[in-house]
């Protein structure tokens, strides 16, 4: 168990206006950023981190969805951070989410769901990795 997982708030949450409440959401459940940017990815960036899906049919056209605006990247820190953070997002698709969860409050369908969580403490190190350096990681 780790005390650490990623976040994303995805280009539609951020062009919709809700970072700032989804931030707040995540503070409020207990979690401290420990890491924290503004980035626009490439379409050659975005195919990078999701390079896991690079075989599966929704591949082009996530790389297409990540890559239309910015984003907001994050590390957060918490106790049993994994689990307790997919919680707090809820499932993929908003419809199947629980009240009260960020994609029930934010995300608009399964391909513009608002916020990537990390699925494991191993992919949340790799992804924690991608976006930061040690140097920014506090």
């Avoid at 503004?38 to 049919?57: C, I, Q």
């Avoid at 409050?105 to 350096?133: M, V």
């Amino acid at each position: 168990m780790t005390n650490r997982t990623f976040t994303m708030i995805k280009p539609d949450a951020t062009s919709n206006g809700h970072t700032g409440a989804i931030l707040a959401m995540i503070n409020a459940a207990g979690f401290r950023i420990v890491a924290m940017k503004m980035t626009h990815l490439s379409r050659e960036k975005a195919g990078d981190f999701y390079a896991v899906h690079r075989e599966r049919p929704f591949y082009g056209e996530l790389v297409e969805f990540m890559s239309r605006g910015p984003i907001t990247a994050a590390i957060l820190e918490k106790e049993n951070a994994v689990e307790d953070f997919r919680k707090l997002i809820g499932a993929t698709n908003p419809a199947n989410a629980e009240e009260g969860t960020i994609r029930k409050k934010f995300a608009t369908s399964l391909g513009e769901n608002a916020i990537h969580g990390s699925d494991s403490n191993e992919n949340a190190a790799i992804e924690g990795d991608f976006f930061f350096s040690k140097l920014e990681q506090f």
